[in-house]
């Protein structure tokens, strides 16, 4: 009988997930890119999360011909999902017509995550929104994905680091957004963006890329972001919960039937 009462609250768990919290390490790197590729700076920052699990990390330096004056990264968990949000502002500080060719790339890694769960059928939301005072973009960019295990770095630039750097590779459930950056606030569609669902490894990293590119201002005009992703457990069906919920007292009811046999 003890047995049974175990393998129960095992299934229930296995469909609720567990409350696991997040011990990221994260990496943010901005890359400003010529228009032949060719890296004319970037700049990286590092940092860890708190001890309770949520963390975040401050981003805030000159790379190339932009002023990064503030991009954060925020992280929280809870039963059966784990969110990340990013903002940004960034100021064009390049001579007028110049920045036209250059491309600005927003990378943000977070590594150890444990929740939702393995083997949980698991899958990505994510949405941005972009704005201006003065800076535009063409083409703004978003995508969101998790990778198994702890990625510890981003990938290096080729060549002798001229040429810019690939986005990390084996993203899985990943979420893809685009839009621009016009005269007013925007946001990139689809939003919000839902990849498909995939088996949640255990511990995963989960990484988001930004880019923007066209972009046409005048020195000293400046451009923001916001967006958030968030990796959740595809909620199990309704009858499959209720009948896990169910099997303890079915349990207990054969347990008194056999006592009362007994007693007889």
Known sequence: MRKFFIAAALAVVAVFGSTNAAKADFIIRVTDVRSDGVVIDNVTATGS???????????????????????????????????????????????????????????????????????????????????TAGLRATTATMTSGVIAGNILALNAEANGDATAAAPLGGQLGMTSATGGIGSSSSILGPNPAVGDKFNIPNPFSFYQTYTFSGLNAANGTAGSFSAGSTVSSVPAPAGLVLALAGMPVFGLGAYIRRRRAVTA
Do not use: C, R, W
């Open 49 to 131: 999360s708190a001890a309770d699990g949520s963390g975040s990390l401050v981003f805030n330096s000159a790379v190339g011909n932009f002023k990064i004056a503030l991009v954060t990264n925020i992280t929280t968990t809870g039963p059966g999902f784990t969110s990340v949000s990013q903002s940004g502002n960034f100021t064009y500080l390049g001579p007028t017509g110049v920045g036209a060719s250059d491309t600005l790339i927003v990378e943000v890694l977070g590594n150890k995550f444990g929740n939702p769960t393995s083997p949980a059928l698991s899958f990505i939301s994510s949405n941005a929104s972009p704005s």
